[in-house]
């Protein structure tokens, strides 16, 4: 996996203030630093994916607690929330009450990369994790985090619009399941799978739609966005389509460029793909016509972006089977911050120039 270069930032140990220093100091010299190597100690470097989902739940219990020195950061360690940069503890990590039983998790070995999605309460009100930790020698190097606040607090852009929670307290079971090794596709070809399918959405016409399985499902935020039953008296729109529909009959022509697109974690064994993305709307297609006929209008007026963190299983066909993202509605042309990942080319990106990195 190609690795990116870790933009600069003065790191996590530097920057916790007087009194998270001096708890690291007195713990230091104990021998059992969470900051660096213990003193004394030699630890493998080696971390399965057993161990990489150990870590990610030692990083939500230290979140919840709103002491960094309780989770096994590497000193100069990153943390990102939403795209900006913060020190510890900041953000999420005063306000986050609560962590629910919902877990989905990417582990990558090989990359010393875990990805997962868990949901939280924050002062009261919902709200969606998706983080991103890079580990080496078991130690938390990077820490990226989108947080998708799910509660009436947020107001304006698209990411006010209301949802509802159907992920319940455990994933779909096609995520957890484990592909017969002849089933099994290669880090490549997974890559290459879910890279079409950000290539068919970016200002779709319904030509290439990607290879969705029959049982495609995707949530978003939470909530099913595919396949949903359609009100009487309604007509039916996207969230009413499957997969394959919904993309053959050339919806989604206002996301105009996906760019940023990194694979961060391939678990092999599970056809799970961790990926994030940028997903650009310039508000010049007003309104387009689908290959039924239709006429679709584009509502939203001025330019904005998603920047998402994404889950997609693929089955032992090949097939896009189950989607899952936490969205979170940015700035325009909005980049994430990172640049680590497998990077995967914008067509429209190139086009236009845009500079992702």
């Not at 940069?85 to 962590?99: A, F, K, N």
């Not at 529909?245 to 990194?262: K, P, V």
């Not at 939203?300 to 189950?322: R, V």
Request: proline share 7%.
């Amino acid at each position: 996996m190609k690795r990116g270069k870790l933009l600069p930032g003065p790191g996590i140990a530097g920057r916790i203030g007087a009194s998270w220093l001096g708890a690291w100091l007195c713990v230091s010299l104990l021998g059992l630093s969470t900051f660096g190597t213990p003193a004394g100690a030699a630890e493998s470097a080696s971390c399965d994916g057993a161990c990489l989902q150990q870590l990610a739940e030692q990083y939500l219990a230290a979140m919840v607690s709103h002491d960094p020195s309780r989770a096994p950061f590497a000193r100069g360690a990153r943390y990102t929330e939403n795209g900006v940069e913060l020190t510890l503890p900041d953000g999420l990590w005063r306000t986050v009450g609560s962590i629910g039983a919902y877990r989905l998790f990417v582990t990558d070995p090989r990359e010393g990369s875990v990805g997962f999605f868990a949901k939280a309460r924050e002062n009261g009100a919902p709200v969606l994790l998706a983080t991103r930790l890079k580990v080496v020698d078991r130690r938390i190097t990077e820490i990226e985090s989108i947080a998708s606040r799910l509660g009436a607090t947020i107001g304006g852009g698209p990411s006010a619009q209301p949802r509802v929670d159907q992920l319940g307290d455990r994933p779909r079971p096609q995520f957890l399941a484990t592909l017969p090794p002849r089933e099994r596709r290669t880090r490549k070809q997974l890559i290459a799978i879910v890279n079409s399918y950000y290539t068919g959405i970016e200002s779709n016409r319904g030509d290439k739609p990607p290879p969705f399985a029959d049982d495609c499902l995707r949530l978003e935020n939470g909530t099913q966005t595919t396949s949903r039953p359609v009100r009487p008296g309604a007509e039916p729109g996207p969230l009413n389509y499957s997969c394959k529909e919904a993309f053959g009959l050339g919806y989604y022509r206002e996301d105009t460029r996906i760019r940023n697109r990194r694979v961060l974690a391939v678990d092999v064994e599970h056809g799970l793909v961790y990926a994030a993305v940028g997903m650009d709307h310039d508000a010049t297609v007003r309104s387009y016509q689908l290959k039924d006929g239709r006429t679709v209008t584009v509502r939203n007026t001025g330019p904005w972006t998603w920047a998402a963190h994404e889950i997609f299983q693929i089955n032992g066909d090949g097939k896009l089977s189950q989607i899952e993202a936490v969205l979170l509605s940015v700035p325009y042309g909005m980049r994430p911050g990172w640049s680590t990942g497998v990077h995967l080319p914008s067509p429209q990106a190139i086009r236009d120039g845009f500079k992702e990195y």
